[in-house]
Each structure stands twice: as C-alpha cells, then as structure tokens.
C-alpha cells in the first residue's frame, strides 16, 4: 500500500468511527505530484481497503484502478484552482449539513468567526449553490470559489475542503463541523465574534492558495 493510500484509508476509517460521515458517504484524495490518489465509488470509510484506492492522472483525467466516487469532478476541479494543494476531503458532518440547508443572507460567508481555530483553519466559508451529487455543472462554480477559499460548503450537502497535505485538510473539516455544532448550540444568544484579519479572503493562512 503506497503511503497515500495508508494515509487514505486511515484517515477514512477514524472520520467514519467519530461519526463525522456515514454510510457510504464522503470521499478524500491525496495528490502526488500530477497523480489523485482517490476514495472508490459506493465504498463505505469505515471499512476502506487499498482495493478501495483508484488513481487519476490529472494531466488527462484516466483513471486506474477501481471506478473512482462520482464527485471526483470536485477533487479535481480543486486541485487545479489550487496548485499547492495536497488533499481534499469532502464528508457529510451533520451539523454541516445542517448549516448547508439553512437560507443563508450572505452565501458568501455562511459561519461567523466563533473561536481562533476556525479563523485559522477555515477562515469564509461560501455556500456552493445546490446541485445534485455527480451533477458536474457543479464542477464551474466550486473551481470559481476554490481559487480563493480552501474551504466550501455544498447546498444540502456538505463540505468540502482542501489543504497543504491530508492532517490539514482533516484539521480544517474538523473545526468546520464543531463551529457548526457551536453555531446551533449558540442560535439567539448574544455572541460574541472573534476578530478577524483585513484580508478580505480570510482563507486562514491556508498555503494552498494559489
């Protein structure tokens, strides 16, 4: 098993134990170099196996191995707004999912700043609109909204999420979904918000942005 695949499949195991995806939901990637190294189609990450790795060659878009998740459009389409970028993870967290089906009145902000860890790790979060999973008319406006944010979330979905390498990427999903969790737990209470940069990206530090 290639250290990519071990990474994937550990990772994937430990997100599907802490309950942060279920099912047959979610799927991550690892780039090396121009190769994705990619959750399977219709596998489960509780029991992922390096059978359950395919690889795609982002130069020409084959794919080796077995047929790759049908939202592999995302990944791909992400790493190529996002050269540094080194992993993708996209779950179906519920609190998420929960923020992602609300009627937000600045999609292009979808979370307020709650602790540091989120303004570091997260930063804006925009809402891609809805489409239906596989559809790849999302593939235009994730790409768009990935040149300046690490961080997305799709209408009644979930999020998705890029990062330098796999332990960031997780990190960032991580803290995305407890601010998510917070969020609810503090719906119409005077909060109080930490300040954030005057970058008006404010995708947290995030190195992978181009």
Do not use: W
Request: aromatic content about 4%.
């Amino acid at each position: 098993m290639t250290d990519a695949a071990a990474s994937i499949v550990e990772i994937g195991r430990s997100l599907f134990a802490r309950r942060l995806t279920s099912g047959r939901t979610g799927n991550i990637s690892v780039r090396v170099g121009d190769t994705v190294h990619l959750t399977a189609s219709g596998v489960s990450l509780g029991s992922l196996t390096r059978e359950d790795i395919c690889l795609i060659d982002l130069r020409t878009g084959e794919a080796q191995g077995p047929p790759p998740t049908k939202e592999a459009f995302l990944h791909e389409a992400i790493y190529r707004a996002r050269p540094g970028a080194g992993a993708v993870v996209h779950l179906h967290s519920t609190y998420a999912v929960a923020v992602s089906c609300l009627r937000h009145a600045d999609p292009s902000d979808v979370l307020p700043p709650l602790t540091a860890y989120y303004t570091m790790r997260v930063g804006r979060l925009p809402l891609v609109p809805y489409h239906a999973p596989g559809d790849r008319a999302m593939e235009g406006p994730v790409r768009e909204l990935a040149v300046d944010h690490h961080a997305l979330l799709l209408a009644n979905h979930g999020p998705v999420v890029a990062g330098t390498d796999l332990a960031s990427a997780v990190d960032a999903v991580e803290e995305l979904e407890e601010t998510a969790r917070l969020f609810f737990l503090l719906e119409g209470r005077d909060v109080s918000l930490v300040p954030v940069p005057c970058d008006p990206v404010r995708d947290g530090g995030d190195p992978s942005r181009r």
